[in-house]
């Protein structure tokens, strides 16, 4: 993999321009993650923090059931119902993410999610070799 961020762009915080996978393997889709447990429980009800250790947690465990880690994860999608819980976003997932090769990422700020009292959600989509 190739992280790029070329002249012309702005710099990036915390994220990739452009993650380049060349002859790329296999690539993983993993639905967004919310606040659930195991048991379809809520983690966190109204503690963004606690939510986006458990989203980010929900992510390690599909990858791992994948055969793959977080240093595969070539692109994140995340929807928040508060952008001024950025900070604590960023201190969750960069528990998980190498912060010196990120991958690249969207982050949009929404209304509502899914179930009531979702703070966040998270997709990724990563690649391992074949």
């Known amino acids: 993999m190739r992280h790029l961020n070329p002249p012309g762009l702005s710099r990036p915080t915390g994220y990739t321009h452009i993650v380049d996978v060349p002859n790329s393997g296999r690539t993983i889709y993993i639905a967004g993650q919310i606040a659930l447990d195991a048991q379809g429980k809520l983690v966190g009800a109204g503690d963004f923090a606690a939510q986006a250790e458990q989203v980010f947690a929900n992510l390690k465990?599909?990858?791992?059931?994948s055969g793959a880690?977080?240093?595969?994860?070539?692109?994140l999608n995340m929807y928040v119902t508060d952008m001024s819980k950025l900070q604590a976003l960023r201190a969750a997932r960069d528990k998980y993410i190498n912060t010196q090769k990120p991958p690249a990422s969207t982050l949009v700020e929404v209304n509502r999610l899914s179930k009531e009292g979702l703070l966040l959600e998270v997709e990724a989509v990563a690649v391992t070799p074949r």
Do not use: G, R
Request: a negative charge.
């Open 61 to 65: 465990t599909a990858l791992e059931a």
């Open 69 to 75: 880690s977080f240093d595969n994860v070539v692109k």
